[in-house]
């Protein structure tokens, strides 16, 4: 019971709510090799104010990290997160310029918005589908699956689905293809991350679409099984991405730069403690502890975290034009946007130039 407590309370942070600010009283440690290499920040002076969208998800880790460990600072730059759940309102932020950068999912929000001319730009890469990862996954009720009910895709047919998030459909109708079904085959209810629990235990839905740690919760519990993955259903997709204000760069080119450059340091910290496995895991375990409410750091173990590509440049504009395909089948958008043209690695490839490609 502790630890799905203990679960439940990292779920408030990781699927939307607010996450705990980080504590004043952290010292930045010294960046590992390699992070930095040879490369000797020179601060700004004054330093620049940068405000940057805080969305309480694992995806958000090169932020929370490069804040934490004085990354920032190095350059010259003092960065506010600014907590935000709700997508639509992030995005509008960033696109309004009001904040100058966000981690971002493939959702039709920000298609909407290219769509609508706004310049927002797509900097970096950030998590990607491995294979293995299963930071979020579909699972089924477990009682189900122990009567026979269910023993594959195509007995979802008629299924009461929990999805939250509109990308999550995309990523479930891959799985019902298997069973020669698609999303009009079922019943859609909209379900809130943190509500999947007690949704699966009342019996309300039969299977769902669960992020973690939720899922560890659940199956850990008996209450439901995990029947597919983000990295099994859609392997090697860019799942998410730093996008820049339209004005940001303009007004500000050398903070812009300085800033993917601590991002970057801080997302190979991540990369090199949890997908490489050969670097200082501490440190990362801390900035998630400082951020999040759950101050256990065995649980970062157990949890179904992503990958990210050291150099932060695997173009997404292939596996997100999926995405758009997919919105514009459902009629959530209208048109299908030139990703192209908002694609631009012009800073994380300079930001590489003074770090090393890995």
């Known amino acids: ?192 991350a943190v509500d999947t629990l007690t949704a699966f235990k009342n019996k309300g839905i039969d299977a769902g679409w669960v992020t973690e740690p939720i899922a560890s919760a659940s199956q850990r519990e008996g209450l439901a099984k995990t029947v597919a993955t983000t990295g099994e259903l859609f392997p090697g997709a860019v799942a998410t991405t730093l996008v820049m204000a339209p004005q940001f760069a303009k007004e500000q080119p050398q903070a812009a730069q300085r800033f993917v450059i601590a991002y970057l340091r801080g997302l190979r910290d991540y990369y090199h403690a949890f997908n490489k496995k050969d670097g200082d895991k501490a440190p990362v375990v801390q900035a998630l502890v400082n951020h999040f409410t759950v101050k256990d750091p065995a649980l970062y173990d157990v949890i179904g975290l992503p990958s990210m590509d050291p150099n932060a440049s695997t173009d997404p504009t292939p596996t997100w034009s999926e995405f758009q395909e997919f919105y514009l089948r459902r009629g959530i958008t209208q048109r299908k946007v030139d990703l192209a043209r908002y694609v631009d690695f012009s800073l994380v490839n300079a930001a590489l130039e003074k770090l090393g490609r890995e």
């Open 1 to 192: 019971m502790k630890y799905l407590l203990l679960l439940l309370t990292l779920a408030l942070s990781a699927c939307g709510g607010t996450a705990a600010p980080a504590a004043s009283s952290t010292s930045p440690k010294a960046a590992p090799a390699s992070s930095a290499g040879g490369y000797k920040p020179q601060p700004l002076s004054p330093a620049v104010k940068v405000k940057a969208i805080d969305a309480g998800t694992t995806s958000q880790v090169p932020l929370y990290v490069a804040l934490d460990r004085g990354y920032f600072k190095d350059e010259g730059l003092d960065v506010e997160l600014i907590p935000m759940a709700d997508l639509s309102q992030a995005i509008q932020q960033v696109a309004l310029s009001q904040v100058a950068f966000q981690v971002a999912l493939p959702d039709p929000v920000i298609f909407n918005a290219l769509d609508r001319g706004v310049e927002v730009k797509i900097l970096a890469s950030s998590t990607i589908n491995r294979p293995v990862d299963a930071p979020a996954v579909l699972q089924v009720r477990q009682d189900l699956i122990d009567s026979g009910k269910y023993k594959g895709p195509s007995d979802l047919k008629g299924a009461n689905i929990g999805l939250g998030a509109q990308s999550s459909q995309f990523y479930v109708e891959r799985f019902l293809k298997r069973g020669g079904l698609g999303l009009e085959d079922v019943q859609i209810t909209n379900v809130r």
